[in-house]
């Protein structure tokens, strides 16, 4: 696959920051491939659907104030929730943004995450919609889940203790198979959703990890593992095995709490680090002086340093799918890089995309970086940046 031509757009029209961004393919024209719909929330609560390509808004919703929004490619719904109503509207995209249904929540308290999921084997329906609800102390917090295409009401509650430190509409963290977990300041939580069914009583964790300090950010590894990291340290934690072996002492499908105090394997660094995520079994991490590390998790060596110029600034985000890895900073910049094809676990840096417009002293830098396989999508202040790249794909003989 190669780039023959780049296309830049800036979608503007939000009057308040932008704290989440979505993208959404239609997966029913393979024949006439796009960029996916892009859909953000500001944190005025309004929503905004836009065609990157024409960089123009396709729908929007301004009435009450939205607190957080999940979409699904493979069924065309957009989940909205609304703080003034304690609901969760579901919107057809393929049928001119139609309102399908509107979910109950509970009163009073507003869900600041939402996220669809698709799980193999469980039973519960499939996908499935989670809600992260937020509660101080003495109250407790709740993971609500619930099936978008069928009973209004929610099919089963994880429970949470009170929530302290920051929130991130990023909180609810799913592997591809199916382990949710939620950072509680020194505690990660975490449920197998395969395992859960439907019930009125509120389920405890099935596992809970205890770091030895505050956990500021964290990714999944391996499916079964877990990578947290605090001050300047890297912990990856066995959670499946925690969680089979607990699994395997339950009577009558009763599951007991684990809890886990020594991680699998840590990572001592000299950095601290400011963001964190997996590609081909390796760690990606970004650090306030603009560089990019690659980490083994098996023995915790540090196997590659992207410095400047790449980035002269904080790096705020990194994406990474199966071919590509993409990383934005403070500075303006999205640096993009591409696997080596040795099976060396190496990658190469190919170029940089600029802010250009937006870079200016009213935003602080790209916060997020998106990518999908014919776009890039930097995301900073009230504006969204788009690159989209004409893309020619290898020949099969």
Same mark, same amino acid.
């Given at each position: 696959? +190669? $780039?023959? +031509? =780049?296309?830049? *757009?800036?979608? *503007?029209?939000?009057? =308040? @920051?932008?704290?989440? $961004?979505?993208?959404? +393919?239609? $997966?029913?024209?393979?024949?006439?491939? *796009? @960029? @996916?719909m892009v859909i953000s929330l500001c944190n005025d609560g309004k929503v905004k659907c836009w065609d990157p390509l024409e960089a123009k808004v396709l729908w929007s919703r301004d009435e009450g104030v939205v607190t957080a929004i999940a979409a699904d490619h493979l069924t065309s719904q957009l989940a909205s929730s609304c703080s003034t109503n304690a609901t969760i509207d579901i919107w057809n995209l393929n049928n001119n943004f139609s309102l399908q249904k509107t979910l109950c929540s509970v009163p009073g308290k507003a869900i600041i995450s939402l996220k669809y999921k698709h799980l193999a084997m469980s039973s519960l329906p499939t996908p499935i919609l989670m809600g992260y609800i937020a509660a101080t102390h003495p109250q407790l917090s709740s993971i609500q889940i619930w099936d978008p295409n069928g009973d209004v009401k929610p099919l089963v509650q994880l429970e949470v203790p009170p929530y302290s430190g920051m929130l991130s509409k990023d909180i609810l963290q799913v592997s591809r198979n199916g382990l949710l977990a939620i950072i509680n300041t020194d505690t990660i939580l975490v449920w197998n959703l395969g395992i859960l069914t439907p019930q009125e009583s509120p389920v405890p964790p099935h596992t809970t990890v205890h770091g030895d300090s505050t956990v500021t950010i964290t990714c999944w590894l391996h499916d079964n593992c877990l990578a947290t990291h605090c001050t300047q340290k890297i912990d990856i934690w066995d959670v499946n095995t925690a969680i089979s072996a607990t699994h395997k002492r339950a009577f009558q499908f009763q599951y007991r709490e684990s809890n886990m105090y020594t991680p699998l394997r840590s990572i001592h660094t000299s950095q601290i680090f400011t963001c964190l995520c997996s590609s081909n079994q390796l760690l990606l991490a970004g650090d306030p002086n603009g560089n990019v590390h690659i980490l083994d998790p098996t023995n915790g060596n540090c196997l590659q340093v992207f410095s400047k110029p790449p980035h002269v600034s904080m790096v705020t985000n990194i994406c990474a799918d199966g071919e590509r890895v993409m990383s934005c900073s403070k500075d303006f910049s999205i640096r993009v890089y591409r696997w080596t094809q040795d099976n060396t676990n190496k990658l190469e840096s190919l170029y940089t995309l600029l802010g250009g417009s937006v870079a200016h002293k009213k935003h602080d830098g790209f916060w997020k970086v998106l990518c999908t396989q014919s776009s890039c999508l930097g995301i900073c202040g009230n504006q969204i940046k788009v690159y989209t790249f004409a893309v020619k794909l290898a020949e099969t003989v």
């Open positions: 696959m +190669s $780039v023959l +031509s =780049a296309q830049v *757009r800036t979608l *503007r029209g939000h009057e =308040a @920051p932008i704290t989440t $961004v979505l993208t959404v +393919s239609d $997966v029913t024209d393979w024949d006439n491939p *796009r @960029p @996916p």
